[in-house]
């Protein structure tokens, strides 16, 4: 299910709102022992997350499917995207973690047409004791929680509808996101041409080694690089290799949309 970007927060007793997580959309599935990671894209996260399958591993249920975001938190718990796509081990106190919102399936029944309220009250509760966390609903009016949000430094605030069933690809309505992302400053490393122009920039930060870490990709706001002569100034500045230090050689998965060191230097 996908949420609809709003500019403020709907307010009433039939919303309830979360952390918007800065990290990997994620369905994690238990069938008997096997366990499986499985992104928005449909990409195989298992075996790069092993510590996470191992935790949905460990729940009670023989059976059950849900849906969160796999991050990264530094010593303070705080997700880090940057970290998360680094494929680099993580500093010392730093560890993968993964926040459960929903659950569409246990012990062979499918819940997608169960209220919310009752799919989270039941997730709660097989949550407990567990290493895997729930992303638990935040009190307060829209004002309070987007205050204490911004306070804490995290990615936005994610308002759902109590009595909303779970459509799986839709954008409805009844899931809303407010982006909070505080600015930052970022250095193009790479690009990729779309249909009239620009349609992805690859950006970067230098680490404290002054290596050039990848922090992610921009696809929005590009409208006005659009037109043959941004191109042709992007290609008068090519250089023979991939200036980031963290890809990866080739693309394990062909799901995964994480660009390789060896496609910037074709």
Known sequence: ???????????????????????????????????????RN??????????VAQAVARLRPSSLHLDGELVAMDRQ???????????LPLPEG????????????????YLARVPLAERRS??????????????????GTPDQVVAAVREQRLEGVVAKKANSVYEPGKRSGAWLKLPLKQTGHFFIGGFRPGHHGIGV?????????????????VRQGLAQL???????????????????????????DPFDEMVTSDEMST
């Open 1 to 39: 299910m996908l949420l609809r970007r709003v500019r403020q927060l709907p307010e009433g007793p039939q919303w309830h709102y979360e952390v918007k997580w800065d990290g990997y959309r994620m369905q994690a599935m238990k069938q008997g022992g096997a366990v499986r990671l499985i992104s």
């Open 42 to 51: 449909g990409a195989d996260y298992t075996r790069r997350f092993p510590e």
């Open 77 to 87: 718990g705080r997700p880090s995207f940057q970290a998360l796509q680094a494929r």
């Open 94 to 109: 730093w560890r993968f973690g993964y926040y459960a919102f929903d659950l569409l399936h246990l012990r062979g029944r």
């Open 122 to 139: 039941k997730l709660e509760q097989l949550l407990t004791g567990s290493a895997i966390r729930y992303s638990a609903s935040l009190g």
């Open 201 to 217: 920039l690859l950006v970067g930060q230098p680490d404290e080694t002054g290596r050039f870490i990848f922090a992610g990709k």
């Open 226 to 252: 659009r037109g043959p002569e941004i191109i042709a100034a992007l290609n008068r500045l090519r250089v023979g290799c991939c200036p980031f230090a963290n890809l990866p050689n080739c693309r394990a």
